[in-house]
């Protein structure tokens, strides 16, 4: 069965350091990863999709097929990035999600 | 532009009472329709998701059932509620397998 996993519950940075939520993934097939963000008293939503290769907010992923892994990088992190953090996979002719548990980022001033 | 909406926001019900979480979609038509649990520490559950009107594919077995009564509509229901179906509750819709939209959520609280 796909498996989505998120290692960290909880990840703490100081403003401007470096962030990395890991993401990895179980799939045999060709996969369509998602990350979803849910700021505080805000809606579940999407933040980013690998087949996009967009920035957005300054976050990035990129999906290794090799490691089955689909990690989500920002070079300085913003104490806006607080936030709740869904890692997601999709497989061919599925009509549905698998999330991955969750991180809650947490960026210190 | 597509909107989605959920209702109630919370709700707080005796142990033994039926529930009805209802959700709306306007602006699109056939869409995937999703009904996921948020609970502390546990992520993301994906309840039961639809692909048409009467179409039900249910994910986890529980007391909850859901139903597609009109194309855009999709509710949550039970018979009998249990203290653990308390958490978050998110409607959410897609066009097929793509980007997901989600409500506001239901809090619901079982005592």
């Known amino acids: 069965a796909q498996r989505v996993t998120q290692p960290e519950k909880l990840l703490s940075v100081f403003k401007g350091a470096p962030v990395e939520l890991k993401c990895n993934y179980s799939?045999?097939?060709?996969?369509?990863l998602f990350w979803y963000v849910q700021y505080s008293r805000q809606r579940l939503q999407l933040l980013l999709r690998h087949i996009s290769r967009e920035s957005i907010k300054g976050f990035t992923a990129d999906l290794n097929k090799g490691e089955t892994s689909f990690h989500l990088k920002k070079p300085f992190a913003q104490e806006e990035d607080s936030a709740m953090y869904y890692c997601?996979?999709?497989?061919?002719?599925?009509?549905?999600?698998?999330f991955g548990q969750g991180t809650r980022l947490t960026i210190n001033p | 532009s597509q909107t989605i909406h959920q209702w109630p926001a919370t709700l707080v019900q005796p142990v033994g009472s039926p529930l009805s979480l209802e959700c709306t979609v306007e602006g699109t038509s056939n869409p995937n329709l999703y009904w996921y649990r948020q609970a502390a520490g546990r992520g993301l559950q994906l309840l039961f998701y639809?692909?048409?009107?009467?179409?039900i594919s249910s994910e986890v077995p529980q007391n909850l059932s859901a139903s597609r009564p009109q194309d855009r509509q999709f509710i949550l229901s039970s018979k009998k509620l249990l203290l653990s179906d308390s958490g978050f509750y998110l409607c959410?819709?897609?066009?097929?397998?793509?980007?997901?939209?989600f409500g506001p959520g239901t809090r619901l609280t079982v005592l």
């Open positions: 799939y045999s097939g060709s996969p369509e």
């Open positions: 639809s692909v048409g009107i009467g179409q």
């Open positions: 997601a996979l999709s497989t061919q002719g599925a009509q549905k999600l698998v």
């Open positions: 959410a819709w897609s066009v097929g397998s793509g980007t997901q939209y």
